[in-house]
């Protein structure tokens, strides 16, 4: 079964240090891969997509993400943390003709302090 | 250009009865899918409508159901409620039927006693 792994619940960083959130999917045909942010009390917003054109996604935000088939992986990172980057973020698969059938990881709540 | 509404945002309910949630989307897109949100089970798809069809369906009891109307909104029901439903309810809704390219509500918050 296809399942997506999100290494770390919670991870903390300073303002100003590298963003680094781990994802790794399980599937023998790569899918399409997502990360998604959600801020408190709201619902959820598409931060990138991977969809085979390019290994290295850009996303909104400064956010980024780099596919990587040999370790079924697809890691988010951001240079420099900002306190507003605060949040909780999804990894998250869809497979062809998944109808938006999107299977998410636990989710990992970054935090960001001063 | 306004974003997917979701009603009633919360709500309370007591063990077998029913609730029926909302979906608006935004205009134009024509598919509509549902996520339950819990702690525990995390994000779980329950089902997708594009123009009125269900398309694909999540591992949800029979008691969850959903419908698509011609202008595209959505509700979604729960029947006979166990205190298991709490949960947060999400309708997303997307241009397209299959790019997993998401905009979602800001949910319905169902709680049940």
């Known amino acids: 079964a296809q399942s997506v792994t999100q290494l770390g619940s919670h991870v903390s960083v300073s303002e100003g240090a590298l963003v680094l959130l781990r994802c790794n999917y399980s599937s023998s045909v790569p899918p399409y891969l997502f990360w998604y942010v959600q801020y408190p009390n709201q619902g959820l917003q598409l931060l990138l997509k991977y969809t085979s054109a390019a290994t290295l996604v850009k996303g909104i935000n400064g956010f980024e993400a780099e596919f990587k088939k040999s370790e079924t992986s697809f890691h988010l990172t951001k240079p420099s943390a900002h306190m507003s980057d605060a949040a909780e973020y999804f990894c998250?698969?869809?497979?062809?003709?998944?109808?938006?059938?999107?299977?998410f990881g636990a989710g990992t709540r970054l935090a960001v302090h001063p | 250009k306004a974003g997917v509404t979701q009603t009633p945002r919360y709500l309370i309910k007591t063990r077998g009865q029913q609730v029926t949630l909302s979906c608006s989307p935004i205009s134009g897109h024509r598919s509509v899918s549902w996520y339950q949100q819990t702690p525990g089970q995390g994000l779980q798809f329950l089902f997708e409508?594009?123009?009125?069809?269900?398309?694909n369906k999540g591992n949800f009891p029979g008691r969850f159901s959903g419908r698509q109307f011609s202008n595209s909104r959505s509700e979604m029901n729960v029947s006979t409620l166990e205190l298991g439903d709490s949960a947060l309810y999400l309708c997303a809704s997307s241009l397209q039927g299959d790019t997993g390219e998401l905009f979602f509500g800001e949910g319905s918050r169902l709680t049940v006693l």
């Open positions: 409508y594009f123009s009125e069809t269900q398309r």
């Open positions: 998250a698969v869809m497979f062809s003709g998944g109808y938006n059938k999107l299977i």
